[in-house]
Nanobody, 121 residues
């Protein structure tokens, strides 16, 4: 069994900061690319940022210069540092990982349950 568990969401004022974490646990052989997505009410789920196992990153244009994705491979954890938050950043944030299972050795995409981020005064 593999689980991805997000934490760190909450309510923040415009201009503020939050740091999201997503920890993978269970029968893990290897984790490849890890990603953060977000979904606002009534909208599709969009990619926010991604990081490869080697540390290469890419970002959606809307968050470049404000958000930073990082990972700690020793902890199977990915982070999203969000600065200069705007009301339009309000969404449920989901982490996603391409992960090879420790028993089956099959590589699949796994999702966390999501964490709410609300930016409002």
């Amino acid at each position: 069994q593999v689980q991805l568990v997000e934490s760190g969401g909450g309510l923040v004022q415009p201009g503020g900061s939050l740091r999201l974490s997503c920890a993978a646990s269970g029968s893990i052989f290897s984790i490849y690319t890890m990603r953060w997505y977000r979904q606002a009410p009534g909208k599709q789920r969009d990619l926010v940022a991604a990081i490869t196992s080697g540390g290469s990153t890419n970002y959606a244009d809307s968050v470049k210069g404000r958000f930073t994705i990082s990972r700690d491979n020793s902890k199977n954890t990915v982070y999203l540092q969000m600065n200069s938050l705007k009301p339009e950043d309000t969404a449920v944030y989901y982490c996603n990982a391409d992960l090879r299972h420790g028993v089956t050795h099959l590589t699949s995409k796994y999702w966390g349950q999501g964490t709410q981020v609300t930016v409002s005064s």
